[in-house]
């Protein structure tokens, strides 16, 4: 089985913002492949389905419906639940050191100050499960606390989309040949950074 947890805040407060970018990504999949509506597990929403391009295993889509610095506990107690693993989790996030539209995947490494990931990474004791990071950039002169729980700026709109729909599409790569593929595949370097992007976790 293969577990996909996009994180993000609950309730319409946080809706539409940056740092939901996980809840969006999830949201996408699940509609792509004609998952049943969401469930309410423990304190999260999730929905599975057998996907052909996964060998016929299921796929569970999950949404932490703790608030973001809490995650870790929800995500566990599901995967305890269904006897997920670690190993076969991908979680889905905003990253404010990332370009506005770049992705990367990595397949362990630190929580690089996100405290959604900080809380999975305490919650399991292991940093051994993939992610998937979408660049929301950042804004000069503003609190990254403030940023991150904006609405997606009217002119940052179409490259954020498209972000999206490429993390989206990712996904199948991820879970049909495995996250370094996915890695290959997605993570773009930034103009000028071809040689550092090539050693980035």
Not at 13 to 34: C, I
Not at 44 to 71: C, F
Not at 120 to 132: K, N, P
Request: hydrophobic share 35%.
């Amino acid at each position: 089985m293969k577990w996909i947890v996009g994180l993000g805040n609950p309730g319409k407060r946080y809706a539409g913002t940056r740092h939901n970018v996980g809840f969006v990504v999830a949201d996408r999949f699940a509609e792509r492949h004609g998952f049943g509506a969401f469930r309410r597990k423990f304190s999260a929403l999730i929905s599975d389905r057998s996907l052909e391009l996964a060998g016929g295993e299921k796929v569970y889509v999950v949404k932490p419906q703790a608030y973001m610095n809490l995650s870790g506990q929800p995500v566990r107690d599901v995967l305890g639940y269904f006897g997920g693993e670690p190993s076969d989790l991908l979680v889905v996030h905003d990253d404010l050191d990332l370009s506005l539209g770049r992705l990367r995947y990595r397949r362990r490494g630190s929580s690089g100050g996100h405290r959604g990931v900080a809380s999975i990474l305490e919650a399991f004791g292991t940093d051994e499960f993939s992610r998937l990071k979408i660049g929301i950039g950042r804004r000069e002169g503003q609190d990254p606390a403030e940023f991150v729980l904006d609405t997606v700026a009217p002119e940052e709109r179409a490259v954020f989309d498209q972000a999206v729909a490429r993390a989206t599409e990712s996904l199948d790569i991820w879970i049909r040949e495995g996250v370094e593929r996915a890695a290959l595949l997605y993570n773009a370097p930034e103009p000028g950074r071809e040689k550092k992007a090539e050693g980035d976790g």
